[in-house]
């Protein structure tokens, strides 16, 4: 089913898929600036594993492909090591604009759900934004058994030196998996974060 938010984008912005990402997408007023020398994608570590590189993904918001940028798993990939950054002729921010467009997908509902990246980041916000404070205990083994039991014991020990050794350094606190961590005012952490949202969400045109 399309999400509220993908079916007041397509209304807001038809055909015009440029005008929609230079609109919502960190850095997006940049992509009509790309020459499509390639500089990027032949600099980028993971370029050949990717579906589309950035100099694709650029390519192809021009050329209005919305839903093939926007359930693409390429954004996904990238690492932040920032090498199309500093090659780039035309000093696109490269970078950041492939983690907007992936956090774009992801409100819309677009980002492929099982997409490991994507996966872990909503795992590690769902765990920071429930108590103000990272829980790593219990990141890690979300991490671990996100994929059943039996995955998640094989993991656990294949992992156990680390664990003991952060045990042994006061880096792991296992009763942090009953009390928790948080910071002090978690309801205000939350009101904090519904009203930027509300403010990003009035800034671009959406309803709140
Ligand atoms: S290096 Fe810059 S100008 Fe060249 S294709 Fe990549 S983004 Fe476009
Ligand atoms: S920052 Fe991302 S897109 Fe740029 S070269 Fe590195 S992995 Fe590739």
């Given at each position: 089913m399309m999400s509220d938010l993908n079916a007041q984008a397509i209304k807001k912005y038809g055909n015009s898929f440029l005008k929609e990402v230079e609109a919502n997408v960190e850095e997006g007023e940049w992509v009509k600036m790309c020459m499509q020398c390639g500089v990027c994608s032949g600099s980028c570590p993971f370029g050949p594993h990717w579906a589309h590189p950035p100099q694709e993904i650029f390519m192809m918001i021009r050329a209005g492909k919305r839903e093939e940028v926007l359930t693409s798993d390429s954004m996904w990939m990238c690492t932040s090591c920032y090498n199309c950054i500093v090659r780039c002729p035309r000093?696109?921010?490269?970078?950041?604009?492939?983690?907007?467009?992936a956090n774009y997908a992801h409100r819309l509902g677009l980002a492929p759900k099982n997409q490991p990246t994507r996966v872990f980041a909503k795992m590690f916000w769902d765990n920071i934004v429930k108590t103000g404070r990272v829980n790593e205990l219990k990141l890690s083994?979300?991490?671990?058994?996100?994929?059943?039991?039996?995955?998640?014991?094989?993991?656990?020990?294949?992992?156990?030196d680390?664990?003991?050794?952060m045990l042994k350094a006061k880096r792991l606190n296992p009763l942090e998996l009953v009390k928790g961590h948080g910071c002090k005012?978690?309801?205000?952490i939350h009101a904090m974060l519904k009203k930027a949202r509300e403010i990003e969400d009035r800034r671009k045109g959406f309803a709140a």
């Open positions: 000093k696109l921010p490269i970078t950041h604009i492939m983690h907007g467009l083994l979300g991490l671990y058994f996100k994929d059943g039991l039996g995955p998640g014991i094989k993991t656990a020990l294949a992992m156990k680390i664990g003991l050794g005012d978690t309801k205000g």
